[in-house]
Nanobody, 124 residues
Framework: QVQLVESGGGLVQAGDSLRLSCAVS????????MGWFRQGPGKEREFVAA????????YSADSVKARFTVSRDNVKNTMYLQMNSLKPEDTAVYYC?????????????????WGQGTQVTVSS
């Protein structure tokens, strides 16, 4: 059974940093692309960042490109999202997801397994 567990969320002030983690079990982690999505209050789930199985290819949404960095540790079966210069509009529940294979998609329907989400709240 594949399980994804996010952690690292919290309440911070604008300009602060947070690092989210996504620990994966039940699947050979290194074979699959991974992604981060978020869903703010009253909004649809949106793409944040994604990373290939090797970590060589990385993609980020324009809204976070200069501030967020996705990475992964295939030994620890964990993916990370370093979030710097946080803004109130970054407030959302952040979800990690495992792709179906080596492709690095940026749409939610192309991901197979999801975590339960971690809340990030940025106050102004």
């Amino acid at each position: 059974q594949v399980q994804l567990v996010e952690s690292g969320g919290g309440l911070v002030q604008a300009g602060d940093s947070l690092r989210l983690s996504c620990a994966v079990s039940g699947r050979r982690f290194s074979n699959y692309a991974m992604g981060w999505f978020r869903q703010g209050p009253g909004k649809e789930r949106e793409f944040v960042a994604a990373i290939s199985w090797s970590g060589v290819r990385r993609y980020s949404a324009d809204s976070v490109k200069a501030r967020f960095t996705v990475s992964r540790d295939n030994v620890k079966n964990t993916m990370y999202l370093q979030m710097n210069s946080l803004k109130p509009e970054d407030t959302a529940v952040y979800y990690c997801a495992v792709g179906y294979g080596a492709d690095v998609p940026m749409t939610a329907y192309e991901y197979e397994y999801w975590g339960q989400g971690t809340q990030v709240t940025v106050s102004s």
